[in-house]
């Protein structure tokens, strides 16, 4: 099917977000060799810069200039704006903590943020786009730079180990993805998501056979991006051989991208042959969260154990996928907005107890902590209670809304299971909040580094959106029920 590449300037306003976020990471590239390693407030400052005006510029395009962008293959509406804005916000994020982190690693800092730039640039063309072929431009810009970033410290055992498997991993489920695609193209003539959707819901739909092999190749590909079941195999040790701050990130901004594209792959193209899909999604669902939490369970190391979490919290956000509602949708961006904030929280103290050379991972080194800095602890506690779902957190109204979609779709075995799974989750995650209030302090709160201003900022943001997201929670939800009906 022939598609209209008439060029419109209002598609640079479009795509002006990533043209910042390209420019950004190319000019520090090109700055490197003339200024020296040590000085990571630039580089850093520059992505704080450069990742705050791209949230904005994408906030004005929704504003202001909203619309399908070159041809169609990109689509600016409120579910787009809502995931690029967030995957900046995961950005921040994780160069606030960052700036300590390098320099306590003594590590190379340009190359560090103009590859998290880049990433982050991949993830936001995710996000809008509306054609498999520009989705799959978007994953491996973000993927290929998450593979470096993991294996940032390339002295570091670990960190070579979990570049090579994510690499290796991550490349096979790419090309599932791709050739998924190659299918539905050979099937329906298209790549674009809504002309696709047409062609299946119309009367000359192409056979099931091609069209359900082509949806089963792209979920095992989207399935490993987001750490799902049973393609999660390479989360924990990715997660733990990582660079503490590319952890936490890896864990909020590629996996809310991914669930972008999975929300609108299949609440668009595949929504005609949902039923078949359906009980796919339900038993991935229903496997993540299970072997999540309960391989949790036995972890020592917090780096793993919240890996493991991740893939539970992927198993919550497929339930709200598998009610195939608008409500569902919603449901899922809340939490995914949610889970990020909570999630990138939770590992900056990570990032901040570890020390040197990450040495002090395990539970039991945060023992003490209440009694070492107060504020931090507190912080943790926040986030490990929305990571449970206590009331008045984000993690709370995120986990209510998921299983209210899921009961609206008459899903009553899997909320149930659901249930039962984030009570066995509140188990690890108190763990850690007895050992913090209730232990003497270890060798590692009692070396503990006082907070640094971006490190501070990295705590106190997050808590204040997991608390506020707990508290007035219909100001993101009603954004995202709006955003929801635009995927029809």
Not at 303 to 331: E, F, M, N, P, Q
Not at 439 to 446: H, I, K, V
């Amino acid at each position: 099917m022939p598609v209209n590449f008439t060029f419109h300037s209002a598609d640079l306003i479009r795509f002006l977000p990533e043209t910042i976020l390209t420019v950004a990471a190319t000019l520090m590239m090109v700055l490197d060799p003339l200024v020296h390693k040590r000085s990571s407030s630039l580089f850093g400052n520059m992505s704080l810069v450069a990742l705050v005006a791209a949230a904005a510029a994408a906030v004005y395009a929704f504003t202001a200039q909203a619309g399908a962008a070159f041809g169609g293959m990109l689509s600016i509406d409120g579910f787009a704006t809502f995931f690029r804005v967030l995957v900046m916000v995961v950005g921040v994020l994780t160069v606030l903590p960052s700036f300590r982190f390098l320099d306590r690693q003594d590590a190379e800092t340009s190359e560090y943020h103009a590859l998290l730039l880049f990433s982050i640039a991949g993830q936001s063309i995710m996000a809008s786009a509306n054609d498999l072929i520009i989705i799959f431009i978007g994953l491996e810009i973000s993927s290929i730079a998450s593979y470096i970033l993991a294996g940032y410290f390339r002295d570091d055992k670990r960190a070579n180990e979990a570049a090579l498997k994510y690499f290796l991993l991550g490349s096979f489920a790419t090309a599932f993805f791709l050739y998924g695609i190659a299918l539905i193209y050979g099937a329906t003539g298209s790549t674009n998501l809504s002309t696709v959707h047409g062609v299946l819901g119309g009367p000359n739909a192409p056979k099931e056979v091609f069209v359900g092999l082509s949806a089963a190749l792209m979920f095992v590909g989207l399935g490993f991006k987001v750490s799902a079941s049973p393609f999660q195999i390479w989360a924990p040790d990715v997660y733990q051989g990582a660079p503490t701050p590319i952890s936490a990130f890896l864990s909020a901004g590629p996996k809310a991208a991914a669930f972008a594209v999975f929300l609108r792959i299949f609440m668009t193209a595949f929504e005609p042959i949902g039923p078949g899909w359906e009980p796919l999604i339900w038993g991935s669902a229903l496997l993540s969260m299970t072997i999540g939490n309960f391989a949790a369970l036995l972890q020592s190391n917090v780096k793993r154990l919240l890996a493991y979490s991740s893939i539970a919290h992927a198993g919550y956000v497929l339930v709200a996928l598998t009610a195939r509602r608008d409500s569902g949708v919603a449901a899922a961006m809340f939490y995914l907005a949610a889970y990020a904030l909570m999630n990138i929280g939770a590992f900056a103290v990570v990032s901040h107890l570890s020390g040197k050379g990450e040495q002090y991972q395990s539970v039991e080194d945060f023992s003490g902590l209440a009694q070492k800095q107060p504020l931090t602890a507190a912080m943790l506690s926040i986030f490990l209670l929305s990571l449970i779902g206590v009331p008045l957190t984000g993690g709370f109204f995120g986990k209510f809304y998921i299983f209210k979609a899921a009961l609206e779709s008459h899903l009553v075995w899997l909320t149930v299971l659901g249930l039962l799974n984030s009570a066995v989750a509140a188990y690890y995650y108190l763990r850690i909040l007895v050992m913090m209030y209730m232990r003497d302090p270890s060798e590692a709160t009692a070396r503990v580094e006082p907070l640094s201003p971006g490190l501070r900022a990295a705590l106190i943001l997050p808590a204040a959106g997991t608390l506020f997201l707990g508290i007035f929670p219909n100001w993101v939800l009603d954004f995202a029920g709006r955003s929801s009906t635009l995927l029809k």
